[in-house]
């Protein structure tokens, strides 16, 4: 019997409903249908609606069932046609979600004698590494779970440094092959990971250059972007557009005037804060040119971008290179911050984060609707414990093996006021003198979306402010956006109304203050 994919479709869309969806033009459907886990009959069922939309059949069915997660559920009906029940909306629980986690190291962990992979995902039924090999026939192995941690762990004896590899997640009846998460390398354009030993990977410190701060006070921030700092054709730089860009010194231009690094460090600036270097989705590692963009669209957040590197395709290049950037800044006195975007992902319905565990990684409303208060389709649901866990993984990975000093969030406000911190907390035991901070002043548009609006976090680098505590749920971040949103004043009775309306809960006292706030400003 196979399951006939776009004609019959099965959704738990509540703890006690199911829908059931198909073509009734195609198909001759029963009216007692039975819910299977694995291959096991576990009870009949009872039909609460039948409608028809677009052309389908939508039936709605009570249950009361307590389901298991990394379990296969179907739905048959008297004539064997198969329903793959979808219950993936439980990992949107966090009274679940919770039960499962992990504070050990996940990924690729490599030694000379064995590489041990983990990954998480309580809803899988199954997971398997695949190794793939150019010259003999790849290598597909079964991975264990552990059903209290969510994890699964394969370990695989011998020396596979360099080698290209990819999780293949069994969900119900659909398999996906997906890069790590937790990867550390890819090739051009991250169509798989790499497996990479850290020891060969490791670039000379020249942090003894940096001055210590007296106070953060002291800083002198100068953004940049990669691409755009050495991409001008007039530009004397070889390595145009590249992380070795900035190792190209002593340059002037025909009057005389500092090119590349050594302009930057005659201005005397203390930081630079660079746009994203992560690999992100929408330029080509190859024809850079035939697409633009600053980054903010992540892919794989442990990789350093590939269209930035003179050799995306080795494994070690970009990551090398990178490094001997970043450490050329410390040279010249120069500090690092780095710029992040923890808060979306570039189309998260293909994201490794969805195919390995759909409905935990992203945050929805009370609606089931999509949370998109970034304004790019999605926020991710920095509340979930794994979640958490993923991105305070990646900057403490970020600090350690690339010595960055310091993190601009994009739209810091998505994250949750407990994750951020949390990241305070452990960033600061790596290096207390890291810098962490969010532009609000021209970015606080992001917070007008009702379904992320009540779970941001209250964080600021301004200590001197604090929390008005008439604000009810909002906290001081919300209200510092609120300020700041309305620089133009016919923004005004747009957001007077848009707060009435997203906001009922609050008392009308409360809402009369916020507006007092902003009709101030």
């Known amino acids: 019997m196979l399951i006939r994919e776009n004609l019959l479709s099965a959704k738990l869309v509540k703890n006690n409903k199911i829908e059931l969806s198909y073509d009734e033009d195609n198909i001759s459907m029963g009216n007692e249908f039975f819910l299977y886990e694995n291959t096991r009959k576990i009870k009949i069922l009872s039909i609460e609606k039948l409608e028809i939309k677009d052309n389908k059949r939508i039936i709605t069915i009570d249950i009361d069932y307590r389901f298991k997660l990394g379990r296969d559920y179907y739905i048959y009906d008297e004539f064997n046609n198969i329903f793959d029940l979808d219950i993936s909306i439980l990992c949107r629980y966090h009274n679940l979600a919770h039960n499962y986690y992990y504070d050990g190291e996940l990924g690729a962990i490599y030694s000379k004698e064995k590489t041990i992979f983990r990954v998480f995902s309580p809803l899988a039924s199954k997971m398997y590494v695949h190794i793939l090999y150019d010259d003999k026939d790849d290598l597909i192995k079964e991975m264990k779970k552990d059903t209290k941690t969510g994890v699964f762990e394969l370990e695989l004896k011998g020396n596979y440094e360099k080698k290209k590899y990819l999780y293949i997640v069994k969900i119900n009846s659909k398999m996906e092959e997906v890069i790590d998460p937790y990867a550390k390398a890819c090739d051009t354009n991250s169509h798989y990971g790499y497996i990479v030993d850290p020891n060969k990977l490791k670039v000379k410190s020249e942090r003894k250059y940096l001055k210590k701060l007296d106070s953060k006070l002291d800083a002198i921030i100068?953004?940049?972007?990669?691409?755009?700092?050495?991409?001008?054709?007039?530009?004397?730089?070889?390595?145009?557009?590249?992380?070795?860009?900035?190792?190209?010194?002593?340059?002037?231009?025909?009057?005389?005037?500092?090119?590349?690094?050594?302009?930057?460090?005659?201005?005397?600036?203390?930081?630079?804060?660079?746009?994203?270097?992560?690999?992100?989705?929408?330029?080509?590692?190859?024809?850079?040119?035939?697409?633009?963009?600053?980054?903010?669209?992540?892919?794989?957040?442990?990789?350093?971008?590939?269209?930035?590197?003179?050799?995306?395709?080795?494994?070690?290049?970009?990551?090398?290179?990178?490094?001997?950037?970043?450490?050329?800044?410390?040279?010249?006195?120069?500090?690092?911050?780095?710029?992040?975007?923890?808060?979306?992902?570039?189309?998260?319905?293909?994201?490794?984060?969805?195919?390995?565990?759909?409905n935990y990684y992203f945050r929805y409303s009370k609606e089931d609707v999509i949370s998109n208060g970034s304004f790019c389709g999605n926020d991710i649901e920095t509340r979930q414990l794994m979640v958490k866990k993923f991105i305070i993984d990646s900057l403490k990975m970020w600090t350690k093996e690339y010595d960055i000093d310091g993190f601009r969030f994009d739209l810091m406000g998505i994250i949750d006021k407990s994750t951020i911190l949390e990241i305070e907390k452990e960033l600061k035991l790596i290096r207390d003198d890291l810098r962490y901070y969010n532009l609000k002043d021209y970015e606080d548009w992001y917070f007008l979306d009702s379904s992320c609006l009540y779970y941001i976090g209250i964080h600021t680098v301004i200590p001197e402010f604090s929390s008005p505590d008439y604000f009810e749920d909002l906290d001081f971040v919300t209200y510092y956006s609120l300020k700041y949103s309305v620089k133009n004043s016919h923004m005004l009775d747009w957001i007077y109304h848009w707060i009435i309306e997203k906001m009922p809960q609050l008392s009308t006292e409360c809402i009369d203050k916020i507006i007092k706030i902003i009709e101030s400003n």
């Open 222 to 358: 100068y953004e940049l972007s990669i691409r755009d700092f050495s991409m001008d054709e007039s530009s004397s730089i070889i390595n145009k557009g590249k992380y070795l860009g900035f190792l190209e010194d002593n340059l002037k231009s025909k009057k005389n005037i500092p090119l590349g690094i050594d302009y930057i460090k005659s201005l005397g600036v203390t930081h630079v804060q660079i746009l994203p270097f992560f690999d992100f989705a929408t330029t080509d590692d190859i024809n850079i040119k035939s697409t633009y963009n600053w980054g903010y669209d992540p892919l794989n957040y442990n990789i350093p971008e590939g269209s930035y590197s003179l050799n995306p395709e080795d494994a070690y290049s970009r990551i090398i290179e990178t490094k001997k950037m970043i450490q050329k800044f410390h040279k010249e006195g120069i500090r690092v911050v780095m710029d992040v975007v923890y808060n979306h992902i570039y189309k998260f319905e293909e994201s490794n984060l969805e195919k390995i565990l759909p």
